[in-house]
């Protein structure tokens, strides 16, 4: 019996001691771990779930708890679809000069392309696809979500690519990198801290869209999904204000807590990537950073990883040189490239073909109609890309070159940017009324609200990646104000300022379905011009002027861009890049 008595004490003091070597940090590990299972788990069984022909939105605000989630998962998958669109679009198009030819100008088309030029005929393929269960409504929504945050991602990812440091590429030539090394320990790394900015950013420009991807309606047929966005626009339709207020805090709360728990510590953690380690260097913290490198646990399955790693080297070592060059990913040959390239080829030649069919029936009147309102949505497109620079730069410039701005406004700018701006309309437009301002120029500022902070975004990476030996030498010869501005600083940030200048154009055309054709008290608002020409086609289903107003916003952007926007990146690659 002692003995018995004597084993269990033993094993009750080993297990003490283990409980003892894991800190409050494991267990909070292992809890969020646990929740993100279970919650993965949940979702899973409710998009498998029995479709449901209609949903009705709770406006009690206990029900913003679970349609927060609902919208945060949504968002999350969307980027993770983004960020692997990214790296593999964004390298194709860098390395691939044949293939660039026509990925450019289709990201381009793809940037323009509003959210109701892809939802229709996506939202009814899905429907179509999965008619028993929730996952094709699930997955249009968070494909509509995707298209608000890859076009940024990529520009980003390709524009960093192609100016990767004359070094750089001299080391992997030395040290003779293949294709997967150079991208693994040179290019990413270089595009890192600016991949990282527009990551936020294109998070943001996801939740523009949230209220029309998750209450989606056409014609007669309600494809509503519970969300906030869902939820938001029930709220608006019925006109209740206190609803409308729940939905405002509960999407600032997410995105709050969404900054602190991921974005804040991916930015500590991408300043090691930095290009240069001499001179002054940003002083940023993450508190849930910290807690993520105290844990035992994390530590321990990073070891593992490495010892797995370091195996996979050693056993590679062994092989000839032709072996080790299979481990390089398939997507990387210049002939899986080609019959990718061809096979792109096919598919924009069949949807070229049922385009053409699709818009054989619109009178050259609406085609006159249709080109008149691409000039005034260019028109509000121009002034308000104008007016976001006007404040944007001084102020990313402030914040990138600032570590104490940087820690004090990250929160505060990603909250702004991220916030659905759609959601604030109403109150926009009840104050545009009491001041008499008409919609015509009114969508000016609902647009400004969704393209300012693509700017903003760009500029401050651009900022925190000026080389602080420059920064040294513009204090040590006294170069101050304006003059540091103009001969240091825009040069500096120029490369990053036109990435900028793309996407927000493209969001602001993007925009202009919702901010040229609004909803208020009950009436429809519309301005002239081509986002409005394709909400109402959409409302009323009108599939062939909906294409046709898709096609000329396209024509419109992809022309645009090949002639100033192009011309702004060669002489941002030829002037002002500080890596040649």
């Not at 600016?194 to 209450?215: C, Y």
């Not at 969300?227 to 999407?251: H, T």
């Not at 092989?319 to 080609?338: D, G």
Request: proline share 4%.
């Amino acid at each position: 019996m002692n003995g018995f008595l004597k084993k269990i004490w033993g094993n009750a003091t080993a297990f003490l001691e283990r409980t003892r070597k894991i800190g409050w940090a494991d267990f909070l590990v292992i809890i969020a771990l646990g929740g993100i299972l279970f919650a993965v788990m949940d979702l899973a069984h409710r998009w498998s779930g029995e479709s449901r022909p209609a949903v009705e939105i709770s406006l009690a605000p206990i029900s913003l708890v679970q349609y927060t989630f609902f919208s945060l998962f949504r968002g999350l998958f969307a980027y993770c679809i983004s960020l692997l669109f990214t790296l593999a679009y964004g390298y194709w198009a860098a390395k691939d000069k044949l293939a660039a030819l026509i990925l450019i100008p289709l990201l381009d088309i793809l940037q323009s392309i509003p959210v109701l030029g892809f939802m229709p005929g996506l939202v009814l393929a899905l429907a179509a696809v999965f008619p028993r269960s929730n996952i094709g409504l699930e997955l249009a929504a968070v494909f509509m979500i995707f298209t608000g945050q890859a076009w940024n991602m990529t520009f980003s990812f390709y524009q960093s690519l192609r100016s990767v440091p004359q070094d750089l590429k001299e080391v992997a030539t030395v040290y003779h990198f293949n294709g997967w090394d150079r991208l693994k320990c040179a290019e990413i790394p270089f595009a890192t801290v600016g991949l990282v900015w527009n990551s936020m950013m294109s998070m943001a420009g996801g939740w523009f869209f949230l209220m029309i991807s998750e209450s989606f309606t056409l014609g007669d047929k309600d494809f509503r999904l519970p969300g906030i966005g869902s939820y938001m626009s029930a709220a608006v339709s019925k006109g209740n204000v206190c609803a409308m207020l729940w939905a405002v805090f509960a999407m600032i709360l997410m995105i709050v807590t969404l900054d602190q728990f991921l974005w804040r510590p991916v930015v500590v953690w991408a300043q090691k990537f930095r290009a240069e380690e001499d001179g002054y260097q940003e002083a940023m913290s993450s508190r849930v950073l910290h807690l993520l490198q105290r844990s035992r646990i994390l530590r321990k399955i990073k070891k593992i990883f490495k010892r797995r790693a370091s195996s996979q080297i050693k056993a590679a070592g062994s092989k000839s040189f032709f072996s080790r060059r299979i481990h390089i990913p398939l997507f990387f040959s210049k002939s899986f490239s080609t019959v990718l390239f061809i096979l792109l080829l096919g598919i924009l030649s069949v949807g070229a073909l049922k385009l053409a069919h699709l818009i054989l029936d619109v009178l050259p009147s609406e085609w006159l109609r249709i080109a008149s309102s691409a000039v005034l949505t260019l028109s509000r497109v121009l002034t308000a890309t104008a007016l976001g620079t006007l404040w944007a730069v001084p102020a990313g410039l402030a914040i990138g070159l600032s570590p104490r701005l940087s820690r004090i406004f990250q929160p505060l700018v990603q909250v702004a940017a991220a916030f659905p701006a759609p959601m604030l309309f109403p109150v926009l437009i009840a104050l545009l009324s009491v001041l008499g301002v008409p919609l015509n120029w009114g969508s000016i500022l609902l647009m400004l609200l969704g393209t300012q902070w693509y700017i903003l975004f760009n500029v401050i990476a651009g900022s925190m990646a000026i080389p602080a030996d420059l920064k040294e030498a513009a204090r040590s010869y006294k170069i101050q104000g304006w003059e540091r501005f103009i001969r240091i600083y825009l040069p500096a940030i120029f490369p990053y300022l036109v990435t900028g200048w793309v996407t927000a154009a493209g969001g602001a055309w993007n925009a202009s379905i919702v901010s040229e054709y609004v909803t208020f008290k009950g009436r429809v608002l519309a301005a002239w011009g081509l986002g409005a020409y394709i909400s109402q086609a959409a409302e009323k289903a009108n599939f062939s002027n909906l294409a046709a107003g898709v096609i000329v916003m396209s024509t419109v952007v992809v022309l645009f861009n090949r002639t100033v926007w192009h011309s702004c990146y060669q002489l941002a690659e030829r002037r002002f890049s500080l890596n040649k």
